[in-house]
């Protein structure tokens, strides 16, 4: 009586304790009639067996209740006797029906998660550990339960102007927000190569957006937008672009010193071009060899505590100046997992790209 598909778990003898117990109490108690009671076995097997595990336990039930009624006074032949049997085969019939529906939602879910697996792979498809001379971790996770994709998104491309990274995050959930994401990632994924600089860059991504809302039937279609930060690491020079367009700030550790680098102009998130303009700034900060830099979403740095204070990312980070990139977004990751306490959370997205070395080598 196995469920299928499922590893065996000591939860799955709770049905049969449930009739020894019963068995038991209606043996040592017999006025109190504890055998109308193994109706609930069956009922548990639903919940866990398949069809046939779960007519095997509401059998046995019956077997229980049909010997207990011989060894007690024959009530076996009384009218209290026939009900319970009744009521136990009863319980059985709809048990086994609930367990069919549970196995058919279990299907259904498994398919969609199939789908869900898929969709990740197209969408977030997995980073290289190294580019060039950029090492890149990252680190996701989707608000949905169970869920593994959402409206946060990240990319790392070389390129002829060295590594390009792009973090974002699109306004709202669910299925329109994945949508969203994959407008502004496909995008991206098309003209990183050939892009001249990161504004240009920016431009075509706001194109495509624009492209996508006019054919979106939606009232809140300018609501629709996305707050991206356009990284360019040059492999030659010991310093990083960024372009962000109204996205939190990355983080710069360099030598111990975590500082955030605030954008010395704003730009209009995806989207929204046409009401702010479409002027991207972009800012050159250092970026020698060993220095880091996190790029994430605001499911990181809006994380809330039950007191409603948001996660002192800055802060935190400073513990982990000198931690390798992998270390730096499990340490974090916990740190995040710890301050909620069991409160809902975001969609969340980390990057930390890392130079590792100089062009040619060099550190």
């Not at 609930?98 to 498994?110: M, Y």
């Not at 959930?173 to 504004?199: H, M, N, W, Y």
């Not at 700034?281 to 830099?293: E, K, M, N, S, T």
């Amino acid at each position: 009586m196995r469920a299928e598909g499922r590893p065996f778990e000591p939860a799955l003898l709770t049905p049969l304790l449930a009739i020894l117990v019963i068995t038991v109490a209606a043996v040592l108690t017999p006025h109190l009639q504890f055998n109308r009671l193994l109706g609930v076995a069956p009922a548990l097997a639903a919940a866990m067996f398949p069809v046939g595990g779960t007519l095997a336990v509401g059998l046995l039930a019956i077997v229980a209740d049909t010997a207990l009624g011989l060894a007690t006074e024959h009530n076996l032949n009384q009218t209290p006797g026939y009900f319970t049997l009744l009521a136990i085969a009863a319980i059985t019939l709809a048990a086994a029906y609930a367990s069919r529906v549970r196995q058919n939602r279990e299907r259904t879910l498994a398919e969609v998660r199939a789908v869900a697996e898929t969709a990740q792979q197209v969408l977030l498809r997995p980073v290289p550990a190294r580019l060039g001379q950029i090492g890149i971790e990252v680190l996701y996770q989707a608000a949905a339960a169970h869920a593994r994709i959402g409206g946060d998104f990240y990319e790392a491309r070389k390129t002829p102007y060295g590594v390009r990274l792009i973090v974002g995050d699109v306004r709202g959930k669910g299925l329109p927000a994945v949508e969203a994401a994959s407008v502004i990632l496909s995008s991206f994924r098309v003209f990183v190569q050939d892009a001249p600089d990161l504004p240009a860059l920016a431009r075509r991504l706001e194109t495509s957006i624009n492209r996508y809302c006019d054919h979106v039937p939606s009232d809140d279609v300018l609501e629709r937008f996305v707050t991206i930060v356009l990284v360019e690491i040059p492999a030659g020079a010991p310093i990083a672009r960024v372009v962000n367009c109204g996205h939190p700030p990355p983080l710069l550790l360099h030598r111990g010193e975590v500082r955030e680098v605030e954008p010395s102009r704003p730009s209009a998130p995806m989207n929204m071009a046409a009401l702010l303009g479409d002027h991207y700034q972009v800012d050159i900060i250092p970026f020698a060899v060993g220095d880091r830099l996190l790029l994430y979403t605001d499911g990181v740095s809006e994380t809330r505590n039950r007191a409603g204070s948001f996660y002192p990312l800055t802060q935190r980070v400073r513990q982990w100046a000198f931690a390798p990139p992998r270390q730096l977004l499990d340490d974090l990751h916990q740190d995040i997992l710890t301050y909620v306490s069991g409160t809902h959370m975001d969609d969340l997205a980390a990057l930390v790209a890392q130079r590792v070395t100089m062009a040619g080598g060099f550190p």
